[in-house]
Structures are given as C-alpha cells and as structure tokens.
C-alpha cells in the first residue's frame, strides 16, 4: 500500500526538530559540497544542506540525514552522487519512496527532480547564480578572504560544534551567525540573538536562563530566557566578552551539562541549543588577564572564525558600493558615483567596515543634488569630540549655512535624516516640491517631516514654489 501511516517505532527513535548532517570527510577530492546541495523540504520549511557523496535519509541514529517527518522510517532511503544526478536506493521502507507518482525501489534521478519520503520533499540541485552581485546567504562579497568565509560556514554549519566569531564591528559577525544557523539542521528552529554588552548586570542572568513568577522584585510572571526560547535551535551570544566572570561560570555549566534552571525555579530543565558566540575583542589577552574564563574560551572556540575588516577587502568595496546603492536608491531612480567621488571612497580606512560604507554611502544618496553622487556629496564620520556639529541642529534656522557640517560617530540615522532634510530645505529656499524631487519623496512625506521637526507647512504661502 502507497497510504501513509505512522510508524510508531520510528517516532519513537526520532528526535524532533532536529536534522544532522555529517560532516565532510577528511582528504581527497574536490570540494563538492561548494557545488550541490540537497533541499529539504518538510512541511512547507526549506532547508538547504550541503551533499557530498552519498547519504541515508531517515528519523534514526543511523540516519546521516535526520529528518522530523512521522512517516518517514528510522532508515529510509540511501542517495548517492552519479553522473547522472542522483541515484536513489529504498532501504525497505513503511511507507515507500517515491518520484513524481511512481513508487521505487531504485532510480537514478536527474538534478533538479523532486523524490519524496513521507511527507518530505528532497531535491538536489546547484547553486542558481545571481546575475546581481555574489552573495552567500544575506552576505555580499567574493573576496578571496570572504570566500574563505563561506567554505569556512559550508563546512562547519551542518556540525553541532561551538563556534566563536572574531571580528571588529561592522565586520557582519550576526549575519555569519545567521548563516550557520539556516545551512544547518536547525534552519527551521529559532535563531536567538542575545547581545551580552547590551544587557544589565541585574537582568542579564534572567534574560539567559529566564525567572520563575516572584523569583524577585518585579518578577510578576514567568519569563523563559534566552537558553528556553533558542531550544532545538541556535543561540547567537554577541559580545561574549563582555558577560561577566559570574555568569561566565553558570554559562559554562549550562553548555556542559545542556540544562538550565531558572531564577527562583527549584529544579534545573533540559535544553538543546548550538552556541554561536561573537565579539570584536581577544579573548586570549582577556583570559590572560583574568577577565575571561579559560574553560568557557575553550568550550566556545571548538571553531574560531576570524572575519577580515572591511581594508583587508578592497576588492569587495566596487561590488559593496553598487549593492548599497542598489538597497538605498529612490525606486526607479538610477544613481551613479562619479570617479571622484569613488577615488575618495577607495581612499578611506574604513575603520566601522561595512556597516559605515552602508551608512556613508546612505547619506550620500540623501545629500546628492542630481543623478550622480559626487565627492563632496560625501562625508565620512568623525571622531566624538572634533566637533560641536551637534549644537548646530539644536534650532531650525531656514537661512543658516551648514555647508561646514560634519556628521559623528553614534548619531542615529533618524537624527541624519532629519539633518540631511533641513541641508536640502535650506539649500533649496525651503520649497516642498523642490525638496521632494531631490529626496525622491513624495509631497506628503515632506509634510510629514516639515510637521515633525516644527517646520511651519504655511511657509509654503511665503516663497514661492516651484
């Protein structure tokens, strides 16, 4: 019978949620895994996993492929790499394997052609190409460091191994952590982001490991922490330096042990996360010095991954720039760089990396006076302190020149907009519809901004428009 049914059995050796992949064999051959990949998908949830040679498909331990599917068998189906594309063996299964309508026992199977196991879809496929810039993932860039990146992430995604980020900020380190999570097994389970330099020192131990109702002053119900909400999935612990030596110790108990007890709670509970930490600084010198535990820096870096600044780049900043420009750009609108202002781009040191170009060439787009950003329609940010450009936007003065203003490091991009709009309203003797051109907005939404920084809309009555 091709009708579905559960195998009680097999759910009973299954582990929900939970998909291993083996990872590569050591030595010999090409790296295939760079250019095939099989796409799992069960119950409407893709994931995309690296293939080598060959695989057992199945619920079991015995399974390299481990799916959460109850009508698939501990061991299923065996796929392996041909010439042909992909030859699929049934390994006796309850419920059959299947391609299109057809019920196999053993096919070979052309790239690209679906093969169901219960409720499971499996295809294997190459990377499609991306006729717009190189991504990986949500990641622009085919540097030769970058692409050491990404072999670094194929490889080690589909392990259930720790893996510790180095890098300086604007480097990407969360976008990298994202990565690991959706080339793994765990791509269809939470992804836990919890910035360890962000939280207080009295809420950081709630905020990992959750408080029961009354735990303390202010605890009116329960709170799951971060550890509860991650489980079956990954826990992205950015800024790991900064957790303090306390909370270093229960961190480290609760990654060897995988169980966590709330605040207040009597009894401890069973997780299942992948640890994902980062942080811009070394921990090595920070052990060295005592401000780091040297048993949780072992525990976290089973793979240390170093990221390259955005200088040790610069063949990625051509292909980065025309990306953000790209993302940011008015719809329809079609902006170019001029040479000078692109030599004086390729000039700079770059010190916050990607997430400075992005903003730099943001601003850019919003101060550009026509179809092309030119040089000086580009300023970078200065140090805190050089400057007292802050003070100036204090009061709305219709006739003030800022041409001299600069902008600084740990403004947000509101408070850059808000500027860049009064610059433009003023260079243009404060014409709405002349303003809305050269910002690409609509009337309407320079009204709304005129209504929000206290800009009179009858000024409008008082010079002419356009």
Avoid at 188 to 217: M, Q, R, W, Y
Avoid at 373 to 379: F, K, M, P
Wanted: glycine share 8%; charged share 30%; net charge neutral.
């Amino acid at each position: 019978s091709t009708a579905q049914s559960t195998d009680e059995s097999t759910l009973a050796s299954g582990r929900e949620g939970r998909t291993v992949v083996q990872p590569p064999r050591q030595g010999g051959g090409a790296l295939t895994d760079l250019t095939v990949r099989l796409h799992v998908t069960t119950r409407g949830t893709e994931r995309v996993l690296p293939f080598r040679d060959e695989a057992v498909v199945g619920t079991g331990e015995r399974a390299s492929v481990q799916l959460d599917d109850p009508f698939v068998s501990a061991t299923h189906a065996r796929l392996e790499r041909s010439d042909a594309g992909l030859r699929v063996v049934d390994l006796q299964s309850k419920n059959g394997t299947f391609v299109g309508a057809a019920r196999v026992v053993e096919a070979l199977v052309p790239l690209g052609v679906p093969v169901r196991v219960g409720t499971t879809e499996l295809v294997l496929k190459r990377p499609e190409r991306d006729a717009g810039a190189p991504t990986f993932e949500s990641m622009v860039g085919s540097d030769a460091a970058r692409r050491k990146v990404y072999e670094t992430i194929e490889r080690v995604a589909p392990s259930q191994a720790a893996v510790a980020i180095f890098g300086e900020s604007g480097t990407g380190k969360e976008l990298v952590a994202r990565a690991l999570h959706q080339r793994s097994a765990r791509a269809s389970k939470p992804f836990v982001p919890v910035n360890c330099g962000a939280l207080s020192k009295e809420l950081v131990e709630s905020e990992l490991f959750g408080h029961e109702k009354g735990a303390f002053t202010g605890a009116e119900k329960l709170h799951k922490g971060a550890f509860e909400e991650a489980d079956g999935g990954t826990l992205f612990l950015d800024e790991i330096g900064e957790l303090p030596l306390p909370l270093q110790a229960k961190l480290l108990r609760a990654l060897e042990l995988g169980e966590i007890k709330r605040v207040g709670a009597s009894k401890p509970m069973t997780v299942d996360v992948r640890i994902v930490a980062a942080t811009n600084r070394d921990l090595r010198t920070e052990v060295k010095q005592g401000r780091f535990r040297e048993d949780l820096y072992w525990r976290l870096c089973v793979v240390p991954l170093q990221l390259p600044p955005l200088r040790a780049r610069r063949g990625d900043l051509a292909l980065l720039m025309r990306h953000f420009l790209k993302v940011y750009a008015p719809t329809h609108a079609s902006v170019t760089i001029s040479p000078e202002a692109e030599a004086k781009l390729f000039e700079h040191g770059w010190p916050g990396n990607v997430r400075e170009l992005k903003n730099v060439l943001h601003r850019s787009l919003l101060l550009r006076k026509g179809e092309r950003i030119e040089a000086d329609d580009v300023l970078f940010d200065v140090e805190p302190g050089a400057t007292t450009a802050s003070e100036e936007s204090a009061a709305y003065d219709p006739h003030a020149d800022d041409s001299d203003r600069v902008y600084i490091i740990g403004k947000t991009l509101e408070s850059v907009e808000d500027e860049t709009f009064l610059k433009t309203w003023r260079r243009l003797g404060a014409r709405p519809t002349s303003v809305a051109k050269a910002l690409g907005q609509s009337r309407g939404a320079i009204y709304r901004r005129m209504e929000k920084l206290g800009i009179p809309t009858a000024a409008e009555n008082e010079i002419k428009d356009e």
